[in-house]
C-alpha cells in the first residue's frame, strides 16, 4: 500500500432516466482501481438542485436505498444528481458528481372531461301497414 494514495477512477458515475415526477432514475457506479490492496468502497449521496450546473444542491431525505430514485413532487423543476465517494482506506477518498438529470417535468395527466358523449342514430321509419293473407 501506498501511503497517501488514493483511488484510481476508472469510469466516472452516470445517472440516466425520464426526468418525470414517478420514473425511476438509476444509478451505475463508478470503476476504480484501488491504490492498495484493501477494496474500494463506494457511498452515494443523492442530491436535488436547483440548476444542472450543481447549485443550491440538498441531499435527498431520506435517502435511496439503493441504485435506483423514483421522482417525488418536491423533484417538480429540479434537476437530480448523484455524488459518488470512492475510498480504499488510504489517502484522500475521490468524490465524483454523475451528470444531471432535469428538470423534472409533471408526470402526464389524463385528459379532461370536457363532455358527455353523444349517441346518434338515423330516424327509424315503421311500416305500419298489417301484413296481407292470401287464402287459397
Known amino acids: 500500500m501506498v501511503a497517501g494514495?488514493?483511488?484510481?477512477?476508472?469510469?466516472?458515475?452516470?445517472?440516466?432516466?425520464?426526468?418525470?415526477?414517478?420514473?425511476?432514475?438509476?444509478?451505475?457506479q463508478g470503476t476504480y482501481t484501488a491504490s492498495g490492496t484493501d477494496p474500494v468502497v463506494r457511498a452515494?449521496?443523492?442530491?436535488?438542485?436547483?440548476?444542472?450546473?450543481?447549485?443550491?444542491?440538498?441531499?435527498l431525505s431520506p435517502q435511496p436505498?439503493?441504485?435506483?430514485y423514483q421522482l417525488q413532487g418536491?423533484?417538480?423543476?429540479?434537476?437530480?444528481?448523484?455524488?459518488?465517494?470512492?475510498s480504499d482506506g488510504s489517502g484522500d477518498p475521490v468524490v465524483t458528481?454523475?451528470?444531471?438529470?432535469?428538470?423534472?417535468?409533471?408526470?402526464p395527466q389524463a385528459p379532461a372531461k370536457t363532455t358527455d358523449p353523444v349517441v346518434s342514430a338515423p330516424d327509424l321509419v315503421f311500416d305500419q301497414t298489417p301484413p296481407s293473407v292470401t287464402v287459397q
Open 65 to 68: 436505498s439503493g441504485l435506483s
Open 74 to 86: 418536491a423533484d417538480l423543476g429540479k434537476f437530480i444528481r448523484v455524488t459518488e465517494t470512492a
Open 97 to 107: 458528481d454523475t451528470n444531471s438529470i432535469g428538470p423534472i417535468a409533471a408526470a
Open 5 to 28: 494514495a488514493t483511488p484510481t477512477k476508472d469510469t466516472n458515475p452516470s445517472l440516466a432516466g425520464t426526468a418525470q415526477v414517478g420514473a425511476t432514475l438509476t444509478l451505475t
Open 44 to 59: 452515494e449521496s443523492w442530491q436535488r438542485c436547483n440548476n444542472a450546473g450543481g447549485g443550491g444542491c440538498d441531499a
